[in-house]
């Protein structure tokens, strides 16, 4: 079994996350349990978006033979425009699932 390090790109629409593993394009979709978006702001809630990422890490974990030694989440896509509140919310969620680094691949 190889071993790979967990680099992610991450996708985050409203109330659902979509995850993809960068090495083995393993894919996620993940609809909230518990809603994060509102009407006004994407991540109204960021406890329930670190709460969907969690969960679809897990099922990317699942299939076995990653190392997290320095876990990478490049944010690819996000719903809407994003201002500096909007990516520090994004960013410390990350950062609280375990991920070291964040990028913000939209912002290009």
Known sequence: MAIHSLD???A???DRVQVTHR???TFV???AEYPFSSESSLVAHPRFLEDTIV???RKILSEGGFSLRHPIAHVVRCEGTLIDA???VIKAALHETG???VVF???D
């Open 105 to 107: 691949e939209s912002d």
């Open 8 to 10: 992610l790109d991450v």
């Open 12 to 14: 985050i629409y409203r």
């Open 23 to 25: 090495g083995t394009e």
């Open 29 to 31: 979709d993940q609809r």
């Open 55 to 57: 969960r679809a890490i």
């Open 86 to 88: 909007d990516r520090a």
């Open 99 to 101: 991920i070291r680094e």
